[in-house]
């Protein structure tokens, strides 16, 4: 990964429960973090399940190492969203963070 490669902007949300004044509890998105990456489209597929078709696309965003990154979040990217399914740390390095993803559509 060389610096120019991380141009794109993108924001790592997390789930978190959030009491209302009711006294109920809600799951709501919040920003995590917000860092610099690259996005690098991996391939896409279109099926047919429960009488829709769905878009899958598949996609790899590289960023630097950042302690705290794990599958149970998702990256928005400008007014997409992107499923994270796995955190691969390259190396053991704490260089870089690879984030397979789907994308949310």
């Not at 960023?63 to 399914?85: A, C, Q, S």
């Amino acid at each position: 990964m060389r610096i120019g490669d991380l141009r794109h902007r993108i924001t790592l949300q997390k789930v978190e429960r959030i009491r209302d004044s009711f006294g109920g509890e809600q799951l709501q998105w919040v920003d995590f973090a917000r860092v610099w990456a690259a996005i690098y489209p991996l391939g896409g597929r279109e099926y047919f399940a429960a009488q829709q078709i769905n878009a899958e696309v598949s996609t790899k965003i590289v960023i630097r190492y950042l302690k705290g990154v794990e599958p149970t979040m998702r990256v928005n990217f400008k007014d997409r969203y992107f499923e994270i399914l796995s955190v691969i740390h390259m190396a053991e390095r704490k260089k870089e963070l690879q984030l397979m993803c789907k994308e949310v559509v």
